[in-house]
């Protein structure tokens, strides 16, 4: 099984500012099969990015994924105040595994 | 448009199983298999499992191996996922979501288990 690990468990950013939110895979992810998600409380999590760096339907340009092999990361250019929030990596490269998450909340 | 409609909130007590559906509309039912994801309160995404909607091919979280069935009826659209031999730590949201990367959630049907 691939575990997923992401990091930082919180990060405490203000609007305005770049977030660099990492996960690290146990093993290498099968052809970059990495997504990512963001969760807000009480919604379905939305879809940001799929094949570790291309961007979903209708998500804006400031979030970015990028990264091979074990190391992925997903980077939000300038934070705007709907991207405080949580943000989870999933692998589907080899079944499918989620990391943790990440939150990102206001300083 | 693309839509999975999950059943209806379940209470169940300890030792009992659950049966969870979701029917699906708006697309070919047979060109994406499906997966489960349950999030229990204040925690995070949990993947359980994936069907496919063509064939018997089907992959579970080692977690729940042994303890949860997932089917499809493609007379209806529709995938299941039934869990068993519940227990506390079983009360989560459940949800099912389209393809290997997931555009597409239902809206998640909540699972209490209580005594």
């Known amino acids: 099984e691939v575990v997923l690990t992401q990091s930082p468990g919180t990060l405490s950013l203000s609007p305005g500012e770049r977030a660099t939110l990492s996960c690290r895979a146990s093993?290498?992810?099968?052809?970059?099969?990495l997504a990512w998600y963001q969760q807000k409380p009480g919604q379905t999590p939305r879809l940001l990015i799929y094949g570790a760096s291309s961007r979903a339907t209708g998500i804006p340009d400031r979030f970015s994924g990028s990264g091979s092999g074990t190391d992925f990361t997903l980077t939000i250019s300038r934070l705007e105040p709907e991207d405080f929030a949580v943000y989870y990596c999933?692998?589907?490269?080899?079944?499918?595994?989620f990391g943790p998450g990440t939150k990102v909340d206001i300083k | 448009q693309v839509q999975l409609l999950q059943s209806e909130a379940e209470v169940k007590k300890p030792g009992a199983s659950v049966k969870v559906s979701c029917r699906a509309s708006g697309y070919a039912f047979t060109g994406y298999g499906i997966s489960w994801v349950r999030q229990a309160p204040g925690q995070g995404l949990e993947w359980m499992g994936w069907?496919?909607?063509?064939?018997?091919?089907?992959k579970y979280a080692p977690k729940f191996q042994g303890r949860v069935t997932m089917t499809t009826d493609t007379s209806t659209s529709t995938a299941y996922m039934e869990l068993r031999s519940l227990t506390s730590d079983d009360t989560a949201l459940y949800f099912c979501?389209?393809?290997?990367?997931?555009?597409?959630w239902g809206q998640g049907t909540l699972v209490t288990v209580s005594s």
């Open positions: 979501a389209r393809g290997n990367y997931y555009i597409h």
């Open positions: 999933q692998q589907y490269g080899s079944s499918f595994t």
């Open positions: 069907t496919s909607t063509y064939s018997d091919d089907v």
């Open positions: 093993q290498s992810v099968s052809s970059n099969y």
